[in-house]
């Protein structure tokens, strides 16, 4: 029997990168068992349009809604907006012969659920976060079948299944793929090391505490893989003298797997599928929630951080002296890492993207 899964999941990483694991989870699913068609829905204005392409996925699109924060006169053109995407995506559910719309939330996925609902299409919400947006907020109401990445999640009827990841990361072997990974990054082989990273854009706090405990980090022998930004080319470390750890600062990390791989700790930022990767491989980690928003990314590390996975420091106090007198000792004592890593690996899940795949079908069917 064939079936066409339609997938609403644009706008940022945080929504596409999971939209996009169930997609190549689906796809094996199709290989083996043949007559399953997925198409993926985005907005022109969203890296969906770029990301979605190249992992060579059908992409359609529709006319973007975004809400606006606060009351303002946007707000009295947001229904006539609704209409005109709902009324765009309700075609294309009908040209797709649509059997399931499976939504990541964000401005792609509520008109897409508003016309699922019409077309008497049935609904899978999946919600990334602790705390749930506005889109995954409705589609949970019209919902067959929710599922989330958090436990306790406050969706009706939500399942944990956890976020669909990537199999290079979902697969990963870190001490089979270490040698190779430091070796891809410049750095010594034996040496305890940290990985910075903030997303994909950098993060201003991060950059400035890590390059500020760059001496000590290396007098203490760690050596640091730091990826500061590709629009921070401010921030830079002097070459360590020969015989020091290495600190090696690049723009932009392109494949997060060898990253992860070089890594004992990371410092980093608290975003969903930054969580559930570090956690999935077994990566211990210093989050750093972002201190704007709602308050969603201290709720994504919790979960881990209680489960004994890492550490938890408010942005406002990050420090250099912060990192040498928290980070150093926890990076340089090999007992402790261990059991951070192996409280990080049993907070985590590698089958999400089976899990959500298994729910996804058995709704459309």
């Known amino acids: 029997m064939s079936v066409s899964v339609v997938l609403a999941g644009g706008g940022t990483g945080g929504h596409i990168e999971p939209m996009l694991a169930l997609a190549d989870a689906l796809l094996r699913r199709g290989a083996i068992e043949g007559g399953l068609r997925v198409t993926c829905l985005g907005t022109a204005r969203g890296m969906e349009t770029r990301l979605v392409p190249a992992r060579g996925y059908d992409l359609r699109l529709i006319p973007p809604v975004p809400l606006p924060r606060k009351p303002t006169l946007d707000l009295l053109r947001v229904p006539g907006r609704v209409a005109r995407s709902v009324s765009e995506t309700r075609a294309l559910l009908r040209e797709l012969s649509?059997?399931?719309?499976?939504?990541?939330?964000?401005?792609?996925?509520?008109?897409?659920?508003?016309?699922?609902?019409?077309?008497?299409?049935?609904?899978?919400?999946?919600?990334?976060?602790?705390?749930?947006?506005?889109a995954n907020r409705v589609g949970a109401r019209v919902a067959e079948r929710v599922a989330v990445t958090v436990p306790g999640t406050p969706l009706r009827g939500a399942a944990h299944v956890g976020m669909p990841l990537r199999t290079a990361i979902s697969t990963l072997d870190r001490p089979a793929r270490r040698a190779e990974a430091r070796a891809t990054f410049g750095l010594d082989p034996d040496r305890p090391t940290l990985l910075v990273f903030g997303g994909s854009q950098?993060?201003?706090?991060?950059?400035?505490?890590?390059?500020?405990?760059?001496?000590a980090l290396t007098a203490a022998g760690v050596q640091v893989l730091h990826?500061?930004?590709?629009?921070?080319?401010?921030?830079?470390?002097?070459?360590?003298?020969?015989?020091?750890?290495?600190?090696?600062?690049?723009?932009?990390?392109?494949?997060?797997d060898l990253a992860y791989a070089a890594a004992d700790l990371a410092l980093c930022r608290a975003g969903a599928v930054t969580v559930a990767e570090l956690s999935a491989v077994g990566l211990p980690a210093v989050f750093?929630?972002?201190?704007?928003?709602?308050?969603?990314?201290?709720?994504?590390?919790?979960?881990?951080?209680?489960?004994?996975?890492?550490?938890?420091?408010?942005?406002?106090?990050?420090?250099?002296?912060?990192?040498?007198?928290?980070?150093i000792p926890m990076v340089t004592d090999p007992a402790t890492l261990a059991r951070y890593a192996e409280h990080a690996a049993a907070a985590g899940a590698r089958d999400a993207d089976e899990r959500l795949a298994d729910i996804v079908l058995e709704v459309a069917r």
């Open 288 to 327: 750093v929630p972002l201190p704007i928003g709602n308050g969603e990314q201290r709720r994504n590390a919790l979960p881990v951080v209680d489960a004994g996975g890492g550490l938890l420091v408010d942005d406002a106090d990050l420090s250099p002296s912060w990192i040498e007198e928290h980070v």
């Open 202 to 215: 950098g993060a201003a706090s991060l950059n400035r505490a890590a390059v500020g405990a760059a001496d």
């Open 98 to 134: 649509a059997d399931v719309v499976v939504g990541f939330g964000g401005y792609v996925a509520l008109p897409a659920y508003l016309a699922a609902r019409r077309e008497r299409v049935p609904v899978v919400v999946h919600e990334q976060n602790a705390l749930p947006g506005l």
């Open 227 to 256: 990826a500061r930004g590709p629009k921070n080319t401010d921030v830079t470390v002097p070459p360590r003298a020969p015989g020091q750890a290495p600190y090696a600062v690049v723009d932009y990390l392109e494949r997060m």
